[in-house]
């Protein structure tokens, strides 16, 4: 889909070109932006669609299985639907990890909570929320040691009750990660106003930042929603309004 996008973009003129963004200048009316450090271009405006990452833990085991796309994720909304019927497990303490969960519970038929700490992070409301959840198990103060497989797929995970200093192993087809996010914008902290986490921070109802000509769409300025479709019309925003400010040019 992403090629077919692509070519549709290329038939009405667009110059697409590999290379990654390393530094911005925004701080006159031509906007600058490297690419790899070597290669600069100038232009009147700028659209960030940079996205954000999704957290993991860093087990080797969780990044062999997230590769090979069998069985490790970070977005219950994406990938639920492959686990009905099934049992998973997911780690995080937050308001995201708790409505996750909570959403897999529909779809799955257990769903294992790991959190690591004796509390939770998120609002009382959504504590409670998975708590009364009849197929939600939740286990405080545990640490996820590995996820166990078969090479190809998920089978298992195994934590760690750091109370009982024992390991368990929980039977599981899926492992989730959540974690949080961590927006890809680092590189435009000098110049644009980004909120504590690090997102953009744009004018509500449109794509426009504290910077005249320079434009957000996507998960880089949203933290509630990370969908690929919500991205996309963000992204039709941005193009509408940086159309609109060159017109006014």
Not at 240 to 247: G, N, P, T, V
Request: net charge negative.
């Amino acid at each position: 889909m992403m090629i077919q996008l692509q070519k549709q973009a290329e038939r009405f003129g667009t110059d697409v070109r590999d290379g990654w963004a390393t530094k911005v200048d925004f701080s006159g009316p031509i906007h600058k932006v490297w690419i790899n450090d070597t290669k600069e271009l100038h232009c009147e405006t700028v659209i960030i669609s940079t996205g954000a990452s999704a957290k993991y833990l860093g087990l080797e085991s969780e990044q062999h299985y997230l590769k090979l796309g069998g069985g490790v994720s970070a977005c219950a909304v994406c990938d639920g639907f492959f686990y009905r019927n099934q049992e998973v497990v997911i780690v995080g303490a937050g308001d995201s990890a708790c409505e996750e969960a909570h959403y897999l519970s529909k779809l799955c038929k257990k769903v294992t909570m790991l959190v690591r700490s004796e509390k939770f992070r998120a609002s009382k409301i959504m504590e409670d929320r998975v708590r009364k959840t009849e197929n939600i198990t939740i286990l405080m103060n545990h640490d996820t040691v590995e996820v166990v497989g078969d090479g190809q797929v998920v089978t298992a995970v195994k934590a760690l009750n750091k109370t009982l200093n024992e390991e368990i192993e929980i039977p599981a087809t899926g492992f989730f990660v959540a974690i949080g996010h961590k927006p890809n914008t680092s590189i435009f902290a000098d110049y644009l106003t980004l909120d504590e986490t690090g997102y953009i921070v744009n004018t509500p109802g449109t794509s426009k930042t504290n910077v005249a000509g320079v434009f957000v769409a996507g998960d880089a300025a949203d933290h509630v929603y990370r969908q690929a479709i919500t991205a996309a019309g963000t992204g039709c925003m941005a193009a509408l309004d940086a159309e609109r400010y060159l017109a006014a040019l």
